[in-house]
């Protein structure tokens, strides 16, 4: 009997950088202790992907498009809707929605002095969410305001009404210590007129909620910013894509906390599965992520599972190397019990993992770069044992490494046919 044939893409968020001299000019990866990435490597085979493009800084957003299979120059319509989405809004056509911060505005100013009011803020977001949902806007009584806490210091913002484009800008000046945005029309149309005047409404409204609240009134009193201010991101709408299923012919799921991703693998089509944890931050439980992708795969409902991590790339926003070193290699520990528990299957699956990226976020920047990312595709039974697979010269999953690979440098668009047909012939 032919096997069935499966697949796990491992997502490691912001995973590649730049040489360090704190590190004797390596990389993170390349300076943490990885045995497992290591041995898949060696097993299997190695390349650099460009997520979408050669010299393109890309979003996740984009990025994970993409990755799937999906053209973010045909279909991307802005990542306030995932994010929105992957909150637990629900979304239909003609509205708008938006990727949100808590912020800190010196209103006096209209400075945005800290556009993270506090990256530790999961005891404060949802009340304050609960404060923000469905306030009205007097001069548009026709739209409503729904507002859901996603991550950290982030909600989903959606607006729901006639007339409404997201053909417009966002509010956030992408920086500390800047004005806020006024939002502009990016298409000459009466409906992004109507549109931008009802976000700075929005806007004003939001602040004289914010401003006015408990939760803020006690952090002025500790000395701690107020977060009086939401800085409406990433103007979006619902897309409409093929499933993943129709696209590439698997029943998939995502494990994915950060809400950005799960509203995109909503988009898809896909199983969004929730693990107990499960945080998409530095608190994140690793070990329960990769046990619930384990049990699942080896089910008989998927076909491709989709596991995304998020600490690292928090680490290179933080320009923290240690925190970056340190969860790359509590990643490294996941990827063993992964493999292992993938080998010790005698069902009559074979199992492909995939593991790369979807940008670097070097801990230099602080950002999103354009460097390439490394790439790895093998089964579980090679890292086990090497000498089994048909790899190529490369012997460590880092950067430098990648890059001698047979796969050489591709786009990630091509993700998903290299991986079709690595499962079809090895």
């Not at 417009?168 to 210590?177: E, R, S």
């Not at 939001?206 to 009193?221: A, T």
Request: charged share 25%; net charge negative.
């Amino acid at each position: 009997m032919v096997a069935r044939q499966k697949l796990l893409l491992v997502l490691i968020d912001g995973l590649g950088d730049v040489a360090i001299p704190k590190l004797d000019y390596q990389t993170p990866l390349q300076a943490a202790n990885t045995p497992w990435l290591d041995k898949l490597a060696a097993g299997g085979k190695n390349g650099l992907m460009d997520s979408v493009e050669p010299g393109l800084a890309c979003g996740s957003d984009t990025a994970h498009m993409s990755i799937l299979g999906y053209n973010p120059r045909k279909y991307y319509r802005g990542r306030g809707a995932f994010e929105t989405m992957g909150a637990g809004l629900e979304m239909i056509p003609g509205d708008i929605a938006f990727k949100s911060n808590f912020a800190y505005l010196d209103k006096q100013s209209g400075i945005v002095i800290s556009r993270r009011a506090d990256r530790h803020f999961e005891g404060l977001g949802p009340t304050l969410c609960d404060a923000l949902d469905g306030v009205k806007l007097p001069s548009f009584p026709e739209h409503t305001v729904a507002v859901k806490y996603a991550t950290e210091h982030r909600c989903g913002v959606r607006v729901r009404g006639p007339g409404l484009t997201d053909t417009i800008t966002g509010t956030d000046p992408l920086k500390d210590n800047l004005p806020l945005v006024k939002c502009a029309p990016t298409e000459d149309t009466k409906e992004a007129q109507m549109t931008c005047k009802l976000i700075h409404e929005l806007s004003e409204v939001f602040y004289q909620v914010l401003s006015k609240h408990p939760i803020n009134d006690e952090r002025k009193k500790i000395g701690k910013n107020p977060a009086n201010c939401i800085l409406l991101r990433g103007c979006g709408s619902c897309i409409d894509i093929p499933s993943i299923e129709k696209l590439h012919g698997f029943k998939s799921f995502l494990i994915a906390p950060t809400c950005i991703i799960a509203g995109l693998g909503m988009s898809a089509g896909m199983d969004i599965l929730p693990v107990e944890g499960a945080t998409g931050d530095y608190f994140t439980n690793f070990e329960a992520k990769g046990n619930a992708a384990v049990t699942h795969l080896k089910g008989t409902i998927y076909d491709f599972g989709f596991l995304h991590i998020k600490a690292v790339d928090d680490a290179g926003h933080d320009r923290n190397i240690d925190y970056k070193i340190k969860f790359l290699e509590k990643i490294d520990k996941m990827m063993g019990d992964i493999i292992r528990q993938l080998n010790e299957d005698s069902g009559e699956n074979e199992y492909t993992i995939v593991i790369t990226s979807d940008h670097s976020t070097p801990v230099l920047y602080g950002d999103h770069s354009c460097e390439p990312v490394p790439f790895c595709i093998s089964r579980p039974k090679y890292a086990i044992d090497p000498s089994l697979g048909k790899g190529d010269r490369v012997t460590r999953y880092e950067e430098v490494d990648a890059a001698r690979g047979c796969l050489g440098r591709f786009c990630g668009s091509q993700l998903m046919s290299i991986a079709k047909l690595y499962m079809a012939n090895n």
